[in-house]
T-cell receptor
């Protein structure tokens, strides 16, 4: 069966520090991968999506970047965090065959930038 | 933007009542999905309805889709306290198979 792992669950970082959040998928090949951010009590904002290794599409210009060094690994990074980077970050995947069918989400990372 | 918009933003009902949430979107879609999120957790897929379908059922869930109005509704019948969560609609694009956009969600509180 397919599983998605996302870590850490919570993270408190000072302003100006770097960030690296990792997401891995097991049990499937060639998935589409996504990073979403959710502000408190709000909807999900699509940050990045990837249809293959090294292929990253950015939806919102910002202080963050994403990389996909392996087929089932998706990394969200920042060189210097801002206060506005605080939020709940969710990684997700779906099958890369035709129309999007169903997204599978990780358990999320609550990031607080202080 | 193809983003869905749910209404109401918040809904509070008594246990046993039905809950109806609506979603509107802007562009042509292949399918529309509804997800549920418990506080502080990831989202869980509830149901998918394709653009050529008008109604779909899954247990106590009923979803309708009106592509002429670019709108969908999610009905939860005989609600339970455990249904308390946020509910989101999500749409893809009929011209692009590579991303899913979510609406702002409806926060449902079911009072025992």
């Amino acid at each position: 069966s397919q599983t998605i792992h996302q870590w850490p669950a919570t993270l408190v970082q000072p302003v100006g520090s770097p960030l690296s959040l990792e997401c891995t998928v097991e049990g499937t090949s060639n998935p589409n991968l996504y990073w979403y951010r959710q502000a408190a009590g709000r909807g999900l904002q699509l940050l990045f999506y990837s249809v293959g290794i090294g292929q990253i599409s950015s939806e919102v210009p910002q202080n963050l970047s994403a990389s996909r060094p392996q087929d089932r690994q998706f990394i969200l990074s920042s060189k210097k965090l801002l206060l506005s980077d605080s939020g709940f970050y969710l990684c997700a995947w779906d099958r890369r065959t035709g129309p999007n069918e169903k997204l599978f989400f990780g358990s999320g990372t609550q990031l607080s930038v202080l | 933007s193809q983003q869905g918009e749910e209404d109401p933003q918040a809904l509070s009902i008594q246990e046993g009542e039905n809950a109806t949430m609506n979603c509107s979107y802007k562009t042509s879609i292949n399918n529309l999905q509804w997800y549920r999120q418990n506080s502080g957790r990831g989202l869980v897929h509830l149901i998918l309805i394709r653009s050529n379908e008008r109604e779909k059922h899954s247990g106590r869930l009923r979803v309708t889709l009106d592509t002429s109005k670019k709108s969908s509704s999610l009905l939860i019948t005989a609600s339970r306290a455990a249904d308390t969560a946020s509910y989101f609609c999500a749409t893809d694009s009929a011209t692009s198979y590579d991303k899913v956009i979510f609406g702002p969600g409806t926060s449902l509180s079911v009072i025992p």
